[in-house]
């Protein structure tokens, strides 16, 4: 895992030294992505630096530096990820007699380049990745992010210059950087918590999408291809569905997904396992101590906060599978401790306040080992979310009523306020009891008048009127959940799912991981996006996912296997840490500050209005703002830090 970065100078104005001190200084930028080297390459006459920040957990000696060429020098590559199938790769590349210097995935790439072509290549290849090719014979440069966006890489125009890089950061580095805001980005990060995919904050500035691959030529003609497509995926698996018994899909997933793991163990640095004792990361965990002839290292997380604490589930989980295991317990202090160093680990507006425990379990994992395994991604894949099952359910039920006695039930619920729903929900018993009951029910007051597109776009949404909130922001972009969308999928769920895969997996849970993860310099690998296992789910019919309001069926026979069915079925949690009553107590002061202030953002992009009267109206306990509150602070407290990237917001105090 690494950080790359680069330029291609399509003016040809830089000298051969000062086009060497761009790329040194990009790949410097990366250097916590990358403790353990870092290099840059240029070829001075196309005008190309590429850099590299290396974290070595393949081949940890100079034969796996990078950039690398090609044995016969035509290829260079600057690649952030890894290639799970390296070692059949490597045969079939030995075979037709490519020599190697040592045994690194990177060098099984670049060679499979020489031989096939890169989209031949990236086409064979499992795993995650994010890298830059160069050919020298055609002088063309070859930017490729893996299927699902497992791993980050943006890219654009600067100053007369094609950039990309692992992290926006490093484009600071550029001569003639100017950064500007786009208003629609802000709008889309305002509405979501985060910035959706294609965009990035900045104008002129894209992610690039999962499964694509962009070619520039020397002289700047850009092409677009996509090798690997969600949407055909969804589309082939649905016209061809297995068509197999319970025994059978159980034994098909249980062996893939061993085979996933199997490839996500190797390394030649100590790895482990994030364990927070529910389905995913349980079946991960069981299939990894299978896999392992002696106990395997797993990690997870806590807070003396019963209702946001999974420590205890997990500890119970280790002590049945017979893993090394290490918790550390959090106290408020602790993790408000993170948020001044926020801005920095997410260098673009990103308002998950999840980001907190999972910077917290990376920190404390990369005490102890280099490489984790996580039970990311299979929600998306094995339809898990409340939404798909328990949401659904009640959403069918509730639409058989009328729409003007909804809208009354509507303003019936929302007309107790969200501290009394929540006083009223501590009369069931703990394990019944869910955590933030006053939103939830607030929230499905908003949904209720709704149909099932509109369901789910209320689900996903923060703040519906964001566009309205950002001057000069344009509307949001709703062909996502146009009719036409929803009619490819048989049935709400699949289409759910589908667009879950699409814009929250790779553009809010994995940029979280990957940003906290990669702060400390630890490597994350999520054996559910492995895109055979992907592809699989995809053929299978929904009863295998979603059984009554119950997700994940098929991924919970075979975590059953593995875990007394008592240690693991249990409300989902998530992974969140009390934000509303922090805003009340400990971090009201700070925010407070921001959001009153007179010069709220000083991009003169915000209407201060609405801001304040939800602030006023958080504080009251009238309504839970949290969400709304806390996406406006990340992005003041980014605004601040990325004009001046050495400050932090210094009025910040925890208690």
Known sequence: ??????????????????????????????????????????????????????????????????????????????????????????????????????????????????VWGVRQTVERMIGMFAFAAWDRATRTLTLV???????????????????????????????????????????????????????????????LTPGTLLECHIEGDIKHETYWSLADVAARGQASPLDVSDESAVEMLESLLGDAVRRCMIADVPLGVFLSGGIDSSTVAALLQANNPRPIRSFSIGF???????????????????????????????????????????????????????????????QHVTVALSGDGGDEVFAGYNRYGQGLALAKMIRTLPRPMRRAMASAMTAVTPGVWDSLSNALPR????????????????????????????????????????????????????????????DDVSWMQYLDTLTYLPDDILAKVDRASMAVALEVRVPFLDHRVVELSWRLPQRFKLRGATGKWLLRQIAHKYVPQALLERPKMGFGVPIDQWLRGPL????????????????????????????????????????????????????????????????????
Not at 172 to 185: F, L
Not at 193 to 200: F, I, L, N
């Open 1 to 114: 895992m690494c950080g790359i970065a680069g330029l291609l100078d399509l003016r040809r104005k830089y000298a051969p030294a000062e086009l060497r001190a761009i790329g040194t200084r990009m790949a410097d930028s990366l250097r916590h992505r990358g403790p353990d080297d870092q290099g840059v390459w240029i070829d001075p006459d196309s005008g190309l630096a590429l850099g590299h920040a290396r974290l070595a957990i393949i081949d940890l000696s100079l034969a796996g530096a990078q950039p690398m060429l090609s044995s016969c020098g035509r290829f260079v590559l600057s690649y952030n990820g890894e290639v799970y199938n390296a070692p059949e790769l490597r045969a079939e590349l030995e075979a037709k007699a490519r020599k190697f210097r040592g045994h690194s995935d990177t060098e099984v790439m670049v060679e499979g380049f020489a």
């Open 145 to 207: 992010r893996d299927r699902l966006g497992i791993k980050p890489l943006y890219w654009g125009h600067a100053n007369g210059n094609l950039v990309f890089a692992s992290e926006l950061k490093t484009l600071k580095a550029v001569p003639g950087w100017q950064s500007e805001i786009d208003p629609d980005a802000l709008s889309a990060f305002l509405r979501y918590g985060y910035v959706p995919a294609p965009m990035s904050i900045y104008r002129g500035i894209k992610k």
């Open 304 to 366: 003396r906060e019963p209702a946001y604490d999974e420590a205890a589930h997990a500890k119970q989980v280790a002590a049945h599978l017979g893993t090394e295991h290490t918790e550390l317990y959090v106290t408020p202090a602790e993790a408000q401790a993170v948020i001044p160093k926020l801005q920095d680990i997410y260098d673009e507006p990103f308002a998950d306040s999840s980001q907190i425990p999972t910077y917290l379990v990376s920190e404390m994992t990369r």
């Open 431 to 490: 394990q019944m009891r869910p955590r933030l009951a006053g939103d939830k029910i607030h929230k499905l007051a908003s949904v209720l008048p709704e149909d099932s597109i509109g369901f789910y776009r209320h689900l996903v949404t923060q703040w519906p009127e964001a566009s309205l909130l950002v001057k000069g922001a344009a509307g949001p972009d709703e062909s996502l959940y146009s009719n036409e969308v929803r009619r490819r999928f048989p």
């Open 588 to 655: 009201k002061e700070w925010a407070g500050d921001i959001l009153n202030s007179s010069s709220l953002s000083g991009t003169g992009l915000l209407d201060r209005t609405p801001i304040a009267e939800k602030w006023a109206q958080h504080q009251s306990g009238a309504r839970n703002w949290q969400y709304f509150l806390w996406n406006v602070l990340m992005f003041e407290a980014w605004h601040v830090s990325s004009r001046t990237p050495n400050s932090r917001h210094q009025s910040l105090a925890v208690a």
